[in-house]
């Protein structure tokens, strides 16, 4: 009797969660997407990294950190750019993509010092 009811209520809970999505802006559900393919490129270099071996160790670690890095930026772009977000009301989705695009900069020449 408790399993189908929490059957129940995760069911509720995954169709309320499904419903609020649908009412997120298509610029946030992109910027969402970018952040899965970064962290899901991150796991990929994670699962290669323990069937080969690491040998380069310093290029699987730049690896991982930029895609983990990037996905950061990209959650701090997506709480800039978000419009229900009352911190951040005066600063213009065109100055949040630049910080984006700036930040990432760094974080890639960073990176590829890194490297060698």
């Not at 649908?22 to 270099?45: G, R, S």
């Amino acid at each position: 009797m408790a399993r189908s009811s929490t059957s129940k209520d995760a069911q509720d809970l995954f169709h309320s969660l499904r419903s609020a999505y649908t009412a997120t802006p298509t610029n946030l559900k992109i910027i969402d997407m970018y952040v899965c393919f970064a962290v899901f490129t991150a796991l990929i270099q994670v699962a290669y990294m323990a069937l080969v071996g690491s040998f380069p160790f310093n290029s699987f670690l730049s690896g991982v950190l930029s895609c983990i890095g990037t996905a950061v930026l990209a959650v701090c772009l997506r709480i800039q750019v978000n419009k229900e977000n009352k911190e951040f009301k005066d600063l213009a989705p065109e100055r949040a993509f630049a910080d984006f695009v700036l930040c990432n900069l760094v974080l890639h020449l960073v990176i590829i010092n890194f490297l060698g």
